[in-house]
């Protein structure tokens, strides 16, 4: 088994940016690939941004050239770097890895951006 747990949520104005980080109990690379979801209030949850291992990340046109996804396997870690947020980005975000065909998920962390 392994456990993720995501932090750095909160609440922003408009424009501005968080970084939202996820730490695994073992090592990431027994992932085949990373990513992270998000599902707002009455919505089904959507992929934001994924990282295959040796492939390339992909994101979610909504989010594309604003929100940056990295990893750090040394610390087993995955970032979420997001930035010019908008309202529409408000949601609860989660980290997920999978492992074949199996989904790992983290418990997931809010994200509301008002002013």
């Known amino acids: 088994q392994v456990q993720l747990v995501e932090s750095g949520g909160g609440l922003v104005q408009p424009g501005g940016s968080l970084r939202l980080s996820c730490e695994a109990s073992?090592?990431?690379?027994?992932?085949?690939?990373v990513g992270w979801y998000r599902q707002a209030p009455g919505k089904e949850r959507e992929l934001v941004a994924i990282m295959p291992n040796g492939g390339t990340t992909n994101y979610a046109d909504s989010v594309k050239g604003r929100f940056i996804i990295s990893r750090d396997i040394a610390k087993k870690a995955v970032y979420l770097q997001m930035n010019s947020l908008i309202p529409e980005d408000t949601a609860v975000y989660y980290c997920?890895?999978?492992?074949?065909?199996?989904?790992?998920w983290g418990k997931g962390t809010q994200v509301t951006i008002s002013s």
């Open positions: 073992r090592s990431i690379l027994m992932f085949n690939m």
């Open positions: 997920n890895g999978k492992q074949s065909t199996v989904n790992y």
